[in-house]
T-cell receptor, first 109, second 117 residues
Framework: KNEVEQSPQNLTAQEGEFITINCSYS?????LHWLQQHPGGGIVSLFM???GKKKHGRLIATINIQEKHSSLHITASHPRDSAVYIC???????????FGQGTILTVHP | DAGVTQSPTHLIKTRGQQVTLRCSPK?????VSWYQQALGQGPQFIFQ???????QRGNFPDRFSGHQFPNYSSELNVNALLLGDSALYLC????????????????FGDGTRLSIL
């Protein structure tokens, strides 16, 4: 079993829909990261959180430390949101990241 | 303010050859981590460098080695290339000094895509 599990692996939505991507982890962490990767390969950090909830524009990330679970929500989705969304957990020292497999999101106009 | 830069962007090698990939961290960052991302998979941690020393290492063979220079830039070397080494190699930088050991935001480069023929 992977230390970081994401669901779903693939997600297709229509423009304007509310989207949720889930992440569960089985190890002790210092922080959880949500990352976005476009087809070119570059990774952009969206959120780093260790408790509660963070919001940036149409993106919201939540984490429940007791349940070892995090969610990434996208409100009013748009075709430009199409990308791979990756959950990664930071180890308790030095910031080594362990990644989930990613969720491929496609938003149709 | 330049972010993390990696070179080259693409590279084609044959089995048995050796390759060197380069990474310049974001200005102000002193820690560099390297990751391997196979097609359709999440990145896997290779190793991390801080103060010119390897501080942590993932489950990769000794064919994978690295170096960090006094200016914090880093190189990833892979010897005796195998077909399975074909992947996107990502570099991420962060700041250890001035921050707690944990909870370090990491900034990623665009990666080097390595193809082995």
């Amino acid at each position: 079993k992977n230390e970081v599990e994401q669901s779903p692996q693939n997600l297709t939505a229509q423009e304007g829909e509310f989207i949720t991507i889930n992440c569960s982890y089985s190890v002790g962490i210092s922080a959880l990261h949500w990352l976005q990767q476009h087809p070119g390969g570059g990774i952009v950090s969206l959120f780093m959180l260790s408790s509660g909830k963070k919001k940036h524009g149409r993106l919201i990330a939540t984490i429940n430390i007791q349940e070892k679970h995090s969610s990434l929500h996208i409100t009013a989705s748009h075709p430009r949101d199409s990308a791979v969304y990756i959950c990664a957990v930071g180890s308790t020292s030095y910031g080594k990241l362990t990644f989930g497999q990613g969720t491929i999101l496609t938003v149709h106009p | 303010d330049a972010g993390v830069t990696q070179s080259p962007t693409h590279l084609i090698k044959t089995r048995g050859q050796q390759v060197t990939l380069r990474c310049s961290p974001k200005s102000g960052h002193d820690t560099v981590s390297w990751y391997q991302q196979a097609l359709g998979q999440g990145p896997q941690f290779i190793f991390q460098y801080y103060e010119e020393e390897e501080r942590q290492r993932g489950n990769f063979p000794d064919r994978f080695s690295g170096h960090q220079f006094p200016n914090y830039s880093s190189e990833l070397n892979v010897n005796a290339l195998l077909l399975g080494d074909s992947a996107l190699y990502l570099c991420a930088s962060s700041s250890f000094r001035g921050a707690t050991k944990s909870n370090q935001p990491q900034h990623f480069g665009d990666g080097t895509r390595l193809s082995i023929l």
